[in-house]
């Protein structure tokens, strides 16, 4: 069915088509017409860290931000869900037109900045959720928070999802909030982390759980970062790691009407690049340190790319926009 919206639906901007999308999901939800969009995949059980997945395929930060779909979505099948990135207060995130596809190469570009209603509204949707599956909250800082001072930003984000999330993401990789990508730097990630998991092990002990923490990361990183970022996460004892966020390079679209736009770019030309990182991390940091696969997912032989690199699970965003909900089931069907 999907092949058949897909068209009408791309004849609209990106982000006015992302609007509608979601917003129709829901009320097909509420009308119980979910399965007439996808069939449900097969219970394939993963536990990490232990939480109890019914299936590897997650759904990406960044396509349901403030939290208000997570109910619809999960009637598509997806095994977690992830929301956000939210900041501690409302942004409206960068000007118009920030969200471009570029069909021919399979792939978005993106310079969101972080658009989200803030901790407050996301508070309450979580509150109201029926999904009873992982759900992860992505946190960031706000765009007109110093450098210097991020960490507030996501200590305060942190505290107040800390209750309703069965895993939280600090968010330290999208390339279009400024000097963000700048905590990845050896000296700033290890100030960054010690404050961070200083602040995660009280909220442990307050609430009595665990949420399992995940540091998600650029692809676009040098041999001696992927070597820092590692020592980093042992030595601070962080419980994960996402690999990875959206690409600056824009060699693979370089001829295409949108590719010299500013953003993160996503879909097939991360593919091989973000699994080839992640690969490298995984060999750094051991066979039993978490990590979650992203970038380039189209297919289940894609993710099973992801998984023989050393992911524990995966998460689609772009292949999902490209090949709708039925990709879920596809993927959990050919993966072993």
Do not use: W
Request: glycine share 8%.
């Amino acid at each position: 069915m999907y092949s058949l919206i897909r068209p009408f639906l791309f004849r609209f901007s990106a982000e006015r088509a992302h609007h509608l999308s979601l917003n129709a999901l829901s009320v097909c939800h509420r009308l119980g017409l979910t399965p007439l969009l996808a069939r449900r995949p097969p219970d394939c059980p993963v536990e990490v860290m232990g939480l109890r997945f019914p299936n590897p395929v997650g759904l990406a930060a960044g396509l349901d931000k403030n939290a208000r779909h997570i109910d619809a979505l999960a009637a598509l099948g997806f095994g977690f869900i992830e929301v956000g990135t939210v900041t501690p207060r409302a942004q409206p995130g960068n000007p118009l037109p920030r969200l471009f596809r570029l069909p021919p190469a399979e792939a978005i570009i993106n310079r969101m900045g972080f658009n989200n209603d803030g901790l407050e509204p996301m508070l309450d949707h979580l509150k109201k959720r029926h999904f009873t599956g992982p759900l992860g909250v992505n946190i960031g800082k706000n765009k007109d928070t110093p450098a210097e001072e991020a960490i507030n930003d996501y200590i305060i984000a942190m505290t107040a999802v800390f209750p309703y999330a069965d895993y939280l993401t600090a968010n330290i990789s999208s390339p279009n909030t400024k000097g963000l990508r700048d905590l990845q730097e050896e000296k700033a990630l290890s100030a960054f982390l010690a404050g961070l998991m200083d602040a995660y092990k009280g909220l442990c002990a307050k609430f009595k759980k665990n949420p399992p923490l995940f540091l998600k990361v650029a692809p676009d990183l040098e041999e001696h970062q992927i070597d820092d970022i590692s020592n980093l996460l042992l030595k601070h004892e962080v419980p994960g790691l996402i690999v990875s966020n959206t690409t600056l390079a824009r060699e693979a679209v370089k001829t295409h009407i949108y590719g010299h736009e500013a953003g993160g770019l996503s879909g097939q030309p991360l593919k091989e690049h973000s699994t080839e990182v992640l690969r490298k991390f995984r060999a750094k940091l051991g066979a039993e340190f978490p990590i979650i696969g992203v970038g380039g997912i189209f297919s289940a032989q894609d993710a099973q790319e992801k998984l023989d690199a050393g992911a524990n699970l995966v998460q689609i965003y772009t292949g999902f926009i490209y090949k709708g909900p039925q990709l879920v089931k596809d993927i959990v069907d050919g993966v072993r």
